[in-house]
């Protein structure tokens, strides 16, 4: 099953057992739609949690969980990630791409020249920048603006682009 992370357990809230949460997700009011929320601890083991109350302070999510009542509980899951499976994220608009379907595409222009493979997504404030890979040389920055990205196909597994001047290494 594939997950999808939607924020790290960065501390605790009080003595009554309520987490801190810094949202990984672009849209964090989206924890008001769930019951539960499965977590990875620092070794790697899972373990579901129900969602007794959701609130939001600046820019954190706040979370009481159930069977959660106390700071030293709480404390406990301190670097816990939350997850959720892909049946529970959030659908996407089109010409949106959840970042672990776009890990692994082949990169080629619009001329048909294979510049590799998209190895990582660098999120930013104005734009995401793909990181892709060639067989040799160095990494190749492309942002994700439409001007760059002409085309992606998921099910293809492949990604046109067009090389704004300055683009290649």
Do not use: W
Request: hydrophobic letters at 40%; charged letters at 25%.
């Amino acid at each position: 099953m594939e997950y999808f992370e939607i924020g790290k357990i960065v501390n605790t809230v009080g003595v009554k057992g309520e987490i801190r949460v810094f949202p990984t997700t672009d849209d964090p009011k989206r924890f008001d739609l769930l019951t539960q929320i499965d977590t990875f601890d620092t070794k790697g083991v899972k373990k579901t949690f129900d969602i007794e109350k959701v609130r939001y302070h600046k820019n954190l999510v706040i979370i009481k969980l159930c069977g959660v009542d106390d700071m030293d509980t709480a404390a406990s899951l301190r670097g816990y990630t939350i997850i959720i499976d892909r049946a529970n994220a959030l659908p996407l608009d089109d010409d949106q791409y959840y970042i672990s379907d776009l890990v692994g595409l082949a990169v080629t222009t619009e001329d048909g020249e294979k510049l590799g493979v998209l190895a990582d997504v660098l999120q930013s404030a104005s734009n995401d920048v793909y990181v892709v890979r060639p067989e040799s040389g160095k990494d190749i920055l492309i942002p994700a603006i439409k001007q760059c990205i002409l085309n992606v196909d998921i099910g293809a597994g492949g990604m046109t682009v067009h090389l704004l001047e300055g683009l290649r290494p």
